[in-house]
């Protein structure tokens, strides 16, 4: 059979939202499966249910935790557990305690702090005992990583150690006695607002000052190249973690933003903490700039009766660089190229349309 791939996009959640991606690819003659978080834990199954209807079997020769909230990680655990898995990546931040130790004024060896760390991280321990019980290898997610036809393009190793230092459940980071302040930049705290929508202009973007948590910048984002085209999953990732991205994308030929995205996941369900106009004008280009021959593919995964995302503000912020702009909320949604297997009674899905305002 010629190349090919196919990346499915589960429903996951309903009042919130979360992410479950299944990739299958074919290069070369040789066939890949890839899984890319599970969801909440009932969607664990969804993910295998999935994986035997399309894919052919529980064979999954990549599962990827791209950081450590529950909505990603929880349903990877029955992936994990029931399926014959090649290699799970994920960044563990107690595996690196002896490097973090001089952060953490409260602990004397690296030991502690591990255990320490174990417990702030909790979906991440639990996945890393059930593949250590099962003999499946475990790897670092970190930028440079090669994970079959992905390559990981952020959090870099110090990217990730300063967003462990950061995360406001680690314990209370050094202070740098010469400044009074964390050796690292603190958390950025995202708290809950009052929102009313303002009607603007086409092309109008107000985006917050702060970016999103340290804990969603530790997502891992993925880049692959498919028959020339250019497919970034970006998990729940920030301003921070698509700056460092973009830096490091010219590595792997990635030339942005020149080079269009046929598909490019919208960080975070779509929140207006994690993408800027400075950043989508680095991956995108500036407003206005992109063709309907050129047109980028934005997916969002949002829970079907999630009001809370994506944010109009986002979603208009991607349409003005050209992108089409999808949502799942509660529907599977499969990209795919080259020659993909043909699927009954599966229908082109319906593009947003563009919002007349937008979150103040």
Known sequence: MADFYEI????????????????????GGQKFIHVVDGG????????????????GGVKVDHVVATHPDGDHTVGLRKVVEEAEVGTLWMNR????AEELLPYFSRYTNAENLAKALRDVFPNLAKLEEIAIERGIPILDAFQGAKIGAFTVLAPSKSGFHQYVVDDDKTPQAAQDSAT????????VRIVGEGLRMIQAAWGAEVFPVDD????NNMSVVQYANFMG???????????????????????????LPADKLRLIQVPHHGSRHNVSTETLNLWLGEVGEETQETRSNAIVSAGKEDQDHPRKIVVRAFMHRGASVLETKGAKTCFSGGAAPARQGWVSSTPLTYPSGYEE
């Open 229 to 255: 085209e250019n497919i970034v999953l970006t998990a729940d990732t920030g301003r921070a973690g698509l700056a460092e991205a973009a830096a490091y994308a010219p590595s792997v030929g990635l030339d």
């Open 212 to 215: 999103t948590s340290p804990r």
């Open 93 to 96: 931040p107690w595996v690196h």
């Open 8 to 27: 499915d996009f589960l429903p996951v959640g309903n009042s919130k939202s979360g992410d479950a991606i299944c990739i299958r690819y074919e290069v």
């Open 40 to 55: 909440y834990e009932e969607d664990g199954q969804k993910v295998l249910d999935h994986l035997t209807e399309f894919y």
């Open 180 to 187: 009074g302040r964390s050796l690292l930049e603190g958390a």
